[in-house]
Structures are given as structure tokens and as C-alpha cells.
T-cell receptor, first 114, second 113 residues
């Protein structure tokens, strides 16, 4: 039962271009969404989050867009840099419903090519 | 920058043995979590802990699992009798508040043989 889906296992983008990572969810109780980045042999590192009352949140090169009607969110990285090469996990929780555990997607491996 | 630390980085144990995975969360954090990632699969929530008690647990967190915060700094995950399918990367995480992003440790790779 995949409540959070990242349908692209990998994505290759040229340095300097925009990277767009997509995530879909099925649980309408989710009200808090996060993106984490993970390097090999390290734990996930928090990147950016968005509450369901917003449709966009921006932090430097990272922007997250939320489309609640489509149950879809995306992470935009612009411009992409070599250090952005990592696995990106979308995560969600139903905090308004008292469930604080995060449900993760399977991840998208982003490869930034020089 | 403060970080969540986990020990050991790799633990090998025989099936049926007990293991304790240790974590030191960030000092001013109040919410503590364990997640695991079986090789090639997604990161899965196991348990959350607040105010010295479990606040939420997943169906994975059965009677073989327990958590403890014995001394105000460590946060441990115990697996009473390990099974082969417990082999995974176990991540500890902590947060300042209920709705704050979580900070993860680098994980303990548990191998059950």
C-alpha cells in the first residue's frame, strides 16, 4: 500500500538546469509534506517542507509546490549543482490527525551531469 | 551544527539474539523516532516517543521491539529476538516540536545471519 509514490526511480539533469522531482499521495488526511535528501551511508537530511494550507514554499534554490486537488507535490531545484546528486525522498504525515510518523516514498535518485 | 548520533554503525548478530541500537538525539529535542530501511525499499516509520512514552507505533513495531530513554540523553531500540527479516538500516530521528522537521542520524546497519 503505497500512500506516497515517487514514480521516477532516477532522474538525470544537466548542471545549471532545473531539476523537477515529483511525488503523489493517496491519503487525503496528509497535511504536512517534506522533502529529504540522502547521500550514501548517511541519514536523510531535511530540505524543505510545506503545510497543506499553502501551495508553495521557497528556500533558496529549492521550491516545493503542492496541488492538493491532484494530491501531487513537486520539488524544483534551480539551478542544479553537482552536489545535488543524491536520493530525494518525499514524505508526508497526518499531523492534524495526531499521527506524527512520516510516510516516505521510495525515493528518486537525482544525477546532476556536468 | 548539532547532530543525531547513532552507534554502532554496523551490527552483525545471529538470528534469535537480542540487539540494542543506540542513539543520542539532539539535546534540546523532545520528540524521538525510529525508522528503518530494508535494502532497496523505502524508509519505514517504526515508532515515535515523547514525554517518556510511545506516542505512535506502526504495525512493524510488534512485541519484539521496545524503546527506552534510560538517562535523558540516550534513546535505544531493542529487538528481543532478531529474525532474518530484521536486517535493515535503522535510523534514529529527533525533532523540537510536534510539527517540526526531523533530524536523522546516519543509521545503524543491522545484519542478522
Amino acid at each position: 500500500d503505497q500512500q506516497v509514490k515517487q514514480n521516477s526511480p532516477s532522474l538525470s539533469v544537466q548542471e545549471g538546469r532545473i531539476s523537477i522531482l515529483n511525488c503523489d499521495y493517496t491519503n487525503s488526511m496528509f497535511d504536512y509534506f517534506l522533502w529529504y535528501k540522502k547521500y550514501p551511508a548517511e541519514g536523510p537530511t531535511f530540505l524543505i517542507s510545506i503545510s497543506s494550507i499553502k501551495d508553495k514554499n521557497e528556500d533558496g534554490r529549492f521550491t516545493v509546490f503542492l496541488n492538493k486537488s491532484a494530491k501531487h507535490l513537486s520539488l524544483h531545484i534551480v539551478p542544479s549543482q553537482p552536489g545535488d546528486s543524491a536520493v530525494y525522498f518525499c514524505a508526508a504525515s497526518a499531523r492534524g490527525g495526531g499521527a506524527d510518523g512520516l510516510t516516505f516514498g521510495k525515493g528518486t535518485h537525482l544525477i546532476i551531469q556536468p | 551544527e548539532p547532530e543525531v548520533t547513532q552507534t554502532p554503525s554496523h551490527q552483525v548478530t545471529q538470528m534469535g539474539q537480542e540487539v540494542i541500537l543506540r542513539c543520542v538525539p539532539i539535546s534540546n529535542h523532545l520528540y524521538f523516532y525510529w525508522y528503518r530501511q530494508i535494502l532497496g525499499q523505502k524508509v519505514e516509520f517504526l515508532v515515535s516517543f515523547y514525554n517518556n512514552e510511545i506516542s505512535e507505533k506502526s504495525e512493524i513495531f510488534d512485541d519484539q521491539f521496545s524503546v527506552e530513554r534510560p538517562d535523558g540523553s540516550n534513546f535505544t531500540l531493542k529487538i528481543r529476538s532478531t529474525k532474518l527479516e530484521d536486517s535493515a538500516m535503522y535510523f534514529c530521528a529527533s525533532g523540537t516540536a510536534y510539527n517540526s522537521p526531523l533530524h536523522f542520524g546516519n543509521g545503524t546497519r543491522l545484519t542478522v545471519t
